[in-house]
């Protein structure tokens, strides 16, 4: 069996301790920032691979280093994978979705979408473990943009006699799978609620300048017709992006302000799934998209860029940062570790491969990120707890 011998350093500025968890001359990726990858004991963390030539999905023990291979198909797409509450394993390879029992090993198909469709969203698997949420698309469409890359003609082609796009759940203990929502536009993100299956947030995809990109749908099994509310209606000057579900319930998401253009504004926006308690923090100035996670109660964020300080904007760029929500605007920063993240895509891949995508895990003490520092993606957990304590003491700028 596979043993990473797990590597420790001390980062020189904010004295957090860091451990690399994986190791070798391929890429260890971790699973998309939205999407749970901790088993519930918080001892096992699953991550994509591509030791083998190709990517496959593997458990990692955060005790012993040993590493166990999940799965051993073709075309799995790297960035599909999803754990649930119940300690499954739930991931694509674009046609299907298979079900991994983590304690078994069993791994076995449990969806296909219809011929023509390819499923190219990151899964997602409702708090209680018996859902799971995706979405697919016209094959042709959705296969040129995974291969080809970002373009300005596929981000915004419309079918208008059929839908583009189709969310889907499926319930797992009756295979059964329901359509909850289709759309003539570009779907790129699909979540659950972490309270209730009923409720999915999804976004209209467009380069983060679709007219309208978040969306809550009611997803009822009965009769009543379903209608996608969108969440927070964008000014002329904004641009929305990366939205999720803090655990509360709450949605999250930034909006970047060019109100001047040559000085534009971040900003992280809060509000309940119907649009009401809407809170916005000013993030900084003059930044670069990054990505945001929060704590359990919401109280704390983490994102891969530093937003204020005394760093130049590529060293800002370049540290993961923890924040103290106060009270609106405000918010206390303070950088937490250097992640030194290329952020390079590949030639022919539609995004880079390694993005840092930071998230708490389960004991709230630890930061989860990739990394390609050493020249191959990575995966490391940082000791947050002394930046914590200065932040909970009221220290930062």
């Not at 040993?66 to 739930?90: I, K, M, W």
């Not at 749908?217 to 000057?237: I, M, N, S, W």
């Not at 950088?335 to 891949?349: A, D, Y």
Request: net charge negative; aromatic share 14%; glycine share 8%.
């Amino acid at each position: 069996m596979l043993r990473f011998a797990f590597q420790r350093r001390t980062d020189p500025l904010t004295g957090v301790t860091v451990t690399q968890l994986t190791e070798g001359h391929a890429d260890h990726i971790s699973l998309y920032l939205t999407a749970n990858a901790f088993t519930s004991d918080g001892e096992h963390l699953v991550f994509a691979s591509d030791r083998t030539g190709e990517f496959q999905f593997y458990l990692l023990s955060l005790k012993t280093g040993e590493v166990q291979q999940l799965t051993n198909r073709q075309g799995v797409l790297f960035h599909s994978g999803c754990v649930s509450r119940r300690d499954c394993l739930y991931y694509s390879d674009g046609q299907a979705v298979y079900e991994v029992d983590l304690a078994s090993g069993r791994d076995e198909e449990i969806f296909r979408a219809t011929e023509g469709m390819f499923i190219a969203t990151p899964l997602s698997c409702s708090g209680d473990g018996n859902w799971v949420l995706g979405c697919y698309g016209a094959l042709d469409f959705y296969a040129r943009y995974f291969n080809s890359g970002w373009s300005h003609r596929l981000k915004y082609f419309q079918f208008y006699h059929r839908p583009l796009s189709v969310i889907f759940a499926i319930h797992v203990p009756t295979r059964q799978a329901h359509a909850v929502w289709g759309d003539h536009m570009f779907i790129s993100h699909v979540q659950f609620n972490p309270q209730t299956h009923r409720e999915v947030l999804f976004c209209q995809e467009g380069d983060f300048k679709a007219p309208q990109r978040m969306f809550v749908v009611t997803f009822d099994e009965g009769p009543r017709k379903r209608l996608a509310r969108p969440l927070y209606a964008e000014r002329d000057d904004e641009v929305v992006s990366h939205e999720f579900y803090v655990p509360t319930g709450v949605i999250g998401f930034q909006v970047k302000r060019y109100s001047d253009p040559h000085n534009p504004q971040q900003w992280h926006g809060f509000c309940r799934s119907d649009g009401s308690d809407l809170q916005f923090y000013f993030a900084g100035e003059d930044m670069v998209w990054n990505h945001l996670q929060t704590n359990a109660d919401g109280r704390i964020g983490v994102t891969d860029s530093l937003m204020v300080g005394e760093m130049g904007r590529e060293e800002r760029w370049q540290y993961l940062a923890l924040l103290r929500y106060d009270e609106p605007p405000r918010v206390t920063t303070l950088p937490l570790c250097w992640h030194g993240t290329s952020w390079q895509k590949r030639p022919g891949e539609a995004f880079a491969r390694c993005h840092p995508h930071p998230v708490f895990a389960p004991d709230q003490r630890h930061i989860l990120f990739t990394s390609d520092a050493s020249g191959h993606c990575h995966l490391y957990l940082a000791d947050a707890a002394p930046v914590l304590e200065r932040l909970l003491e009221g220290e930062g700028k």
